[in-house]
């Protein structure tokens, strides 16, 4: 497994941008993000692979945009036109799958989670 840390939640007001990162030890197939709301299962957000396909969960289509860095192992989530319901703990993924098997909340790695808060 690899170890992942994300950066950059913080608190913003609707219609706002937010730039996630995630920083992994090691390459693996894809990378993705989830996020989690208390009393809610975690969710797919979005997903890509080192060959360059990508996915987005239907919510954040048009607003969010996942990338890679030329450095290795790294991740980025630049979140436009936030809402208060993209409210969450979003948790980086990383695994050696391709992006449709990473929408699911189950194995692969996993970082400690970055909390992202949209006022109204």
């Known amino acids: 497994q690899v170890q992942l840390v994300e950066s950059g939640g913080g608190l913003v007001q609707a219609g706002g941008s937010l730039r996630l990162s995630c920083a992994a030890s090691g390459r693996t197939f894809s990378m993705g993000w989830f996020r989690q709301v208390p009393g809610k299962e975690r969710e797919f957000v979005a997903a890509?692979?080192?060959?360059?396909?990508?996915e987005y969960a239907d919510s954040v289509k048009g607003r969010f945009t996942i990338s890679s860095g030329n450095a290795a192992n790294t991740m980025w989530l630049q979140m436009n036109s936030l809402k208060p319901e993209d409210t969450a703990v979003y948790y980086c993924?990383?695994?050696?799958?391709?992006?449709?098997?990473?929408?699911?909340?189950?194995?692969?790695?996993w970082g400690q989670g970055t909390q992202v808060t949209v006022s109204s």
């Open positions: 993924k990383a695994d050696d799958v391709g992006v449709v098997d990473m929408a699911t909340p189950t194995g692969g790695s």
């Open positions: 890509f692979s080192w060959a360059g396909t990508t």
